[in-house]
């Protein structure tokens, strides 16, 4: 069906700065139907598939698991829990490679399947009118995240807060990325379940509106899901929308541009403005959960590119490894050039197919020479503008590039670096071939790392202070002790002076109580005894009537001791 | 096979090239020379070759002395957009040397010395064009008159053929039988001041057969010409429509209003648009992305000054011509410009500043 007629009799829908008309490629993947990926000999399931802490492994080596079994517990508020996508053997718990933009490794739970995919005991279904509070508890159980490919856990965000009332639902099918084909196809087989997702969605926030946005180049789609709604029976507030193909409309703040025409406030959340945006492969999961009471333990992924012999959309389970799906879309051939993960515009290099699926992977994307060509070395900035056209945020990118360049931190920040969505437009229409959007992240690291440095030297400097004061304080109490101690003394009859002396205790003690007087006597009495012996010439010396043992050691000591100062006297150099 | 991991998005093709960009200026250029060539003769086409060989070897100079490879900085054809657009502004009777110190200067000074392409704040074409103007004005401003038959026989003057237009540029001389008043002739833009000077009023200076249409004869389909390949670089999006259209406003607007309020002093607006380089100057040079302003409003800003900059100029100056000089004085301002016309970033409103 033609655009236009897609977009008829709808909405009015509101624009954004700037954007891109690729080629969309989704004809290389999206022909078939959503087949099941076959089950891999080993699984690995990394502990953190989503944004936030990660989980805590509650299941050890040699344990068996079953499909659908809690195996990491999520921990803390942002954080997701993991389940065994299917049964098998605890092989172990270490450090594994994941597809994660960093290239590190991260601590994964590896199965041996045994192909018998024996179910955990699984939690009642929800009713259709769930209470909002159970919902959410099942969403968090299921580990459900943002399945977009920003992996936010899913119930986080349906919480927005007593604070924040949520008017419009925008359910995101735009997905603007060349390529990727996977929320299409799943649109196209499986419209009714994410429908009922988006029922329990819109029950639970209780909104007013809930827009179903897709691009226009999903026809097939976009009618599926209109179908279904015109079947289903409950579509009270619910609207699919097409949308004009541009990317970056997908862009969680770009479709709700487009849709609603407000924008998300800068380093601001959709919830502030009344608007709350899930991907439609989460509205499935979501229905999943509450329905068949599944975690998420699968997701769609396309395999694509002119790097693959057969590419196609593959429901695969979580922690397959990459290189078991790769002869599933017939192979890598020999014209491949890169391997991605993701799409070409934001995706990230893929250098190892042990890799997993993870909740976060929408696409594996191989690229030829012809698809990918090596931009070759950067050239000067010409300082045209092409990148400012494009960009969606309305950024002047190459201000912040010659900024970037310069490391002028502050002056990066000034031109809203941090606004910038990474998108990658600028960078695809730059004739001089400058890795823009590399500039970008490298002076959003660096402001970062800065950030923490001060914060850090910060909190020392209050340290520091809190202890000198401290220290100040305890020296002028003691001062301020000492001072009246003098006063008291100095403001004392000269008798009572003259009985402190002697008895040398607090000089608080003014009265002449017996103890005091007792000691002062025995102290009186030593002294003179002292005096007496010592005008005699008796006064004992500690050295006197001394045991033979303790001589010997006496004469031993000042033996060393001479032969210390011989030696030192040698050592001195002449004067 | 696979390539190490190390690069980072965008990994599909890129959708410019800086030569090509350069390349469909030179395109571009084409019908407006082929005019000029036709109206001025060979002499148009001698400079340009002039220009860009000394363009070139200039560039390859500085690159030698600067230790880096030259075919890169060659290819991405800069130099020879400034060696064309220079050798449309000055006359075409230029003697080669002067082609020489005029290039010499926009390369090697204005361009190489600030840090090559992307890096000058001026026009190089037009510092160098600028240079000579100030230095050698009699040189600079003895143009030929346009080769149209009525014309040339109501003033009895001659042309000159390929092999005159070459001998007068290597070697200054002319051809035996012809003396300079024989071949030159004022520009109309010279013409108009100068009679407006004598206090002539406009009627009476538009009775002189040298006015066409819409300016000088002649003259005034080279502009034509000119546009035709500026509609070239909007139509490609080598241009955004922002700096030409703001140019040819703030030169006509302001030149409307005073010929609205005195028609016998001011000419027609339009005199302003087909007589000397306004065409070239707001497709062209006033375009060139490296000295101009950046953000949509601060080319509006720029493009209407350097109109209205060379409106003043043309009425009240000393120059004949001034879009050379409006965009030079712009160029300065340009950056400033910039910074004070920033878009309004996406979240960023009036009222949700915190």
New interface residues.
């Given amino acids: 069906m033609h655009p236009s007629r897609l977009r008829a009799q709808q909405r009015p829908l509101w624009t954004?700065?700037g954007g891109?008309h690729?080629p969309d490629e989704k004809d290389l993947s999206n022909g078939m139907p959503l087949t099941a990926a076959a089950l891999s000999p080993r699984l690995v399931i990394p502990l953190q598939q989503h944004i936030g802490t990660p989980a805590k492994a509650v299941v050890a080596v040699g344990d068996r698991v079953l499909k659908g079994q809690l195996i990491g517990e999520a921990q803390g508020a942002v954080s997701a829990p993991v389940h065994a996508s299917s049964s098998g053997t605890v092989l172990a718990i270490r450090s594994h490679p994941v597809p994660h933009a960093s290239?590190l490794n991260a601590p994964c739970i590896l199965i041996e399947t045994d192909g018998e995919e024996r179910w955990a005991e699984l939690p009642p279904p929800l009713g259709p009118r769930p209470d909002p509070a159970a919902l959410r508890e099942r969403i968090r159980w299921a580990g459900i995240v943002g399945l977009g490919g920003a992996a936010f856990p899913s119930s986080v965000k349906l919480n927005p807060g007593p604070g924040q009332r949520i008017r419009t639902l925008i359910i995101n099918g735009a997905e603007c990325e060349?390529y990727i084909s996977c929320d299409d196809r799943l649109m196209r087989d499986r419209p009714g379940r994410i429908l009922q997702g988006v029922r329990l969605l819109r029950d639970l926030l209780g909104v007013e509106e809930c827009l179903i946005g897709i691009e226009d180049n999903k026809a097939a789609a976009i009618t599926a899901l209109r179908q279904s709604l015109a079947e289903g029976g409950d579509a009270a507030g619910i609207e699919v929308i097409a949308i004009p193909t541009l990317y970056p409309s997908g862009g969680e703040?770009q479709l709700i541009?487009v849709l609603t025409g407000l924008?998300?406030?800068?380093?601001?959340i959709p919830a502030q403005i009344g608007v709350l945006c899930q991907n439609i492969a989460t509205a499935a999961a979501i229905a999943d959960a509450a329905i068949d009471g599944k975690p998420l333990i699968s997701r769609v992924v396309t395999l694509t590119g002119r790097g693959l012999g057969r590419p196609c959309n593959l429901e695969v389970p979580l922690g397959t490894p990459f290189r078991d799906l790769l002869d599933q879309a017939g192979g890598l051939t020999s014209r491949?050039?890169?391997?991605?993960i993701?799409g070409?515009?934001?995706?990230?290099?893929?250098?190892d197919l042990d890799m997993p699926v993870t909740k976060a992977v929408n696409c594996i994307l191989a690229?030829t020479q012809?698809?990918?060509?090596d931009?070759g070395?950067a050239?000067?900035?010409?300082?045209?503008?092409?990148c400012?056209?494009v960009c969606?945020?309305?950024?002047?990118p190459?201000?912040m590039y010659w900024h970037a360049r310069a490391r002028d931190l502050d002056k990066v920040r000034d031109?809203?670096l941090f606004?910038c969505i990474?998108c990658?437009c600028c960078?695809?229409?730059?004739?001089?071939?400058i890795?823009l959007?590399?500039y970008y992240?490298y002076a959003k690291t660096e402001c970062l790392a800065r950030d923490q440095e001060k914060r850090q030297a910060e909190q020392a400097r209050l340290r520091h202070e809190a202890r000198e004061a401290r220290l100040e304080r305890l020296e002028q109490e003691r001062k301020a002790n000492l001072r009246k101690k003098k006063d008291e003394l100095a403001n004392r009859p000269a008798s009572a002076r003259e009985t402190t002396k002697l008895a040398a205790t607090s000089p608080d003690d003014t009265a002449e109580d017996p103890k005091k007087a007792a000691i002062a006597a025995a102290l009186k009495r030593a002294a003179e005894k002292k005096a007496a012996l010592a005008s005699q010439g008796l006064a004992p010396k500690n050295t006197d009537n001394l045991a033979p043992a303790q001589q010997r050691q006496v004469e031993a000591a000042e033996a060393r001791r001479r032969e210390l100062n011989a030696a030192e006297d040698a050592a001195r150099p002449q004067e | 096979m696979m390539r190490p991991a190390i690069v980072s998005s965008p990994f599909a093709g890129r959708l410019n090239r800086t030569d090509q960009l350069m390349l469909q200026v030179i395109l571009a250029l084409i019908p407006g020379t082929l005019a000029m060539v036709w109206y001025f003769g060979w002499g148009v086409l001698i400079n340009m070759a002039l220009a860009s060989v000394f363009a070139l070897a200039s560039e390859a100079l500085v690159m030698w002395l600067r230790g880096r490879p030259a075919l890169p900085a060659l290819g991405d054809f800069s130099a020879l957009v400034t060696a064309l657009l220079f050798a449309i502004a000055v006359p075409p009777t230029l003697p080669w040397w002067l082609t020489l110190i005029g290039i010499a200067f926009a390369i090697i000074i204005v361009k190489q010395l600030y840090g090559g392409l992307g890096y000058n704040p001026f026009n190089p074409a037009m510092a160098g064009y600028v240079f000579l103007l100030i230095s050698y004005p009699l040189a600079m401003t003895t143009w030929l008159a346009p080769d149209i038959p009525e014309l040339l026989a109501a003033r009895d003057l001659a042309t000159l053929s390929f092999l005159d237009s070459a001998r007068l540029i290597f070697t200054g001389a002319l051809p035996p039988n012809l003396s300079w008043d024989a071949v030159s002739a004022a520009t109309p833009l010279d013409e108009m001041f100068t009679k407006l000077d004598q206090n002539a009023t406009i009627p009476e200076i538009l009775a002189s057969p040298v006015w066409g249409d819409f300016g000088g004869r002649g003259w005034e389909w080279v502009g034509n010409w000119f546009l035709l390949g500026g509609i070239f670089l909007l139509w490609r999006r080598v241009i955004t429509w922002h700096i030409p259209m703001a140019v040819m406003a703030g030169l006509l607007l302001p030149a409307g209003l005073f010929w609205l309020l005195d028609p016998q002093a001011f000419p027609f607006p339009a005199f302003h648009l087909f007589a000397g380089g306004t065409i070239l100057g707001a497709f062209f040079i006033a375009t060139d992305p490296v000295t101009a302003c950046t953000t949509p409003r601060g080319q509006l800003i720029y493009g209407a000054a350097i109109g209205l900059i060379t409106l003043m100029i043309r009425h009240w100056g000393g120059y004949p011509d001034a879009v050379a000089f409006a965009v030079l004085l712009m160029n300065i301002a340009a950056p400033t410009i910039d910074h004070y016309t920033q878009p309004r970033v996406f979240g960023h409103g009036r009222r949700e500043k915190t």
């Fill in positions: 954004f700065h891109l690729l290239g060349p703040k541009r924008e998300v406030p800068s380093r601001g491949l050039e890169r391997l991605l993701g070409p515009m934001m995706g990230f290099a893929c250098d690229l012809s698809e990918a060509p931009p070395p050239l000067a900035c010409i300082r045209c503008g092409a400012a056209e969606p945020v309305s950024l002047l190459q201000q031109y809203n606004d990474e990658g960078a695809l229409v730059c004739p001089s071939h890795p959007v590399q992240r």
